[in-house]
């Protein structure tokens, strides 16, 4: 069986994951950015965690850590790239590491770009794919650490998955993304289309991720920065890729 997926809103505009292993009763949660709504999500499931697996260092996704590890006793794993500003994990990761949520493993992606110790998991008989601020619904991470080459390459290895794997990604940033994209592509019909889908969404005060990846190969710019539509629409008719992704993720700081 599939792991079930529980989406869990926290802060403002972050949000957290449950993914849980009914065979075994095993479930995990994909950031923790506070231990209030994801201690509600458990209780309301009769869920006991076992499992906290960190994206990157930033508090708006550790800040929990700490009080759901006493609350718990769950395992807190992260990347070991940045066990220096993490809190204290069990199991430090790599792109070599493996290990498991009940009975299904995951693989761990190195995704620098957003940070330099960006990790994404991978799910893939689940068809779950946890990005939190590398590939975002419609957008991707700004680039706070890393540079354009780092994050392109990031992104270029998330779209090679599956079509049908589910993004799972860090915010609610959804609609703003869509709307910088349409100045971009402003006559995708499937953006067109996503960007009213997203709206009737967030009118319902519902989330908007997560997504097919099928879906953010479509209609994300970052993601189609080797169309010559894409290019030319930022005036880079003969660039290079990651020159092309550069020219966007700076228009999108400044939109």
């Not at 619904?137 to 680039?143: D, I, K, N, Q, T």
């Not at 960007?195 to 908007?208: D, I, M, N, W, Y």
Request: proline share 7%; glycine share 6%.
């Amino acid at each position: 069986m599939p792991l079930e997926l529980v989406t869990v809103p926290c802060l403002a505009d972050n949000y957290a994951y449950l993914i849980h292993d009914a065979d075994t009763g095993q479930t995990a949660v994909i950031d923790a950015p506070e231990p209030g709504p994801i201690l509600g999500a458990l209780n309301a499931h009769q869920w006991r965690l076992t499992d906290i697996l960190i994206t990157h260092h930033h508090d708006d996704h550790i800040q929990g850590v700490d009080t759901l590890r006493a609350q718990t006793g769950a395992m807190v794993l992260g990347a070991a790239a940045d066990t220096h500003r993490l809190p204290r994990l069990d199991l430090a990761l790599d792109e070599a590491s493996s290990f498991s949520v009940g009975r299904e493993f995951a693989r761990v992606i190195a995704v620098p770009g957003h940070t330099i110790g960006h990790i994404a998991f991978h799910f893939p008989e689940s068809r779950l794919l946890f990005t939190a601020d590398s590939l975002m619904a419609g957008g991707c991470g700004r680039l706070f650490e890393g540079i354009a080459q780092q994050m392109h390459n990031s992104l270029q290895k998330l779209a090679a998955l599956p079509p049908d794997t589910l993004v799972c990604s860090g915010h609610e940033y959804t609609a703003s993304n869509l709307r910088f994209a349409a100045t971009l592509e402003p006559d995708n019909p499937k953006l067109i289309s996503r960007s009213a889908e997203v709206a009737a969404s967030r009118a319902r005060g519902q989330p908007t991720v997560p997504v097919p990846l099928q879906v953010e190969l479509d209609t994300n710019p970052y993601l189609r920065v080797h169309l010559p539509a894409i290019k030319a629409a930022v005036g880079l008719p003969d660039a290079d890729d990651v020159t092309v992704f550069a020219e966007i993720r700076a228009r999108k700081d400044k939109f």
